[in-house]
């Protein structure tokens, strides 16, 4: 079995592919231990160490960039806390109270949870999180995705790490490929997804998976 990569190996791979092949993508500055403090106080959850090593290396990706996850972007911390702040607010309202989520058992059946958080996004409402509640707690950290208008919660990945580390290799064998005018082949990368790959299948508009 290969050896997982490190987040900060990982990434740097990344960055060296999109600096290769996607000069539109572009990261913004590392962020401060105390700036990522500041964020665990105010959203009142721990930031993982994985997280923490990325924010270190950059804090997420610029506002114009092409985003790195397949069309999607790389938060920096003052969007994670905008972004869980805004849905979480809504959530207490009752915004979601009508609906019913598709969850598997190891993810809490809710449309949304206080405990996820937003790490990465399309811009058009829709995250991937950490789940820094799962209702075991073994499974800390694991990677899911959230999407507003749609019930399914889908495993992605067991942690941050593990996530990156395929995405890493499925960028080097060329699973992926990218132009300025359509962006990535795979939007939101979920071909990397290690769990429930043909969700989106038949669901218009949205992902297209194939093995």
Not at 60 to 84: C, D, F, H, V, Y
Not at 136 to 151: A, C, E, K, M, S
């Amino acid at each position: 079995m290969t050896e997982q990569l490190y987040i900060t190996e990982s990434f740097k791979k990344l960055q060296d592919w999109a600096e290769a092949h996607a000069p539109e993508i572009s990261f913004r500055p590392p962020a401060a231990d105390s700036a990522i403090d500041t964020l665990a106080q105010k959203i009142g959850l721990p930031i993982p160490d994985d997280l923490r090593l990325l924010l270190r290396l950059a804090d997420g990706e610029t506002k114009p960039s092409a985003g790195m996850i397949g069309n999607w972007r790389l938060m920096p911390i003052a969007e994670i806390q905008a972004a869980w702040g805004w849905i979480s607010k809504i959530a207490e309202k009752g915004a979601f109270e009508d609906l019913s989520p598709q969850t598997p058992t190891y993810i809490r059946p809710v449309w949304w949870h206080p405990g996820w958080l937003p790490i990465v996004s399309s811009d058009a409402g829709q995250y991937f999180c950490l789940d820094m509640d799962p209702p075991d707690q073994q499974r800390t950290g694991q990677v899911i995705l959230f999407q507003q208008d749609q019930p399914e919660r889908p495993l992605v990945a067991g942690s941050l790490q593990a996530w990156f580390d395929r995405i890493a290799r499925d960028l080097e064998s060329g699973v992926y490929t990218y132009d300025e005018e359509n962006g990535f082949n795979g939007e939101g990368l979920m071909w990397s997804a290690l769990e429930e790959k043909h969700l989106f299948d038949d669901i218009p508009g949205k992902f297209v998976v194939k093995d």
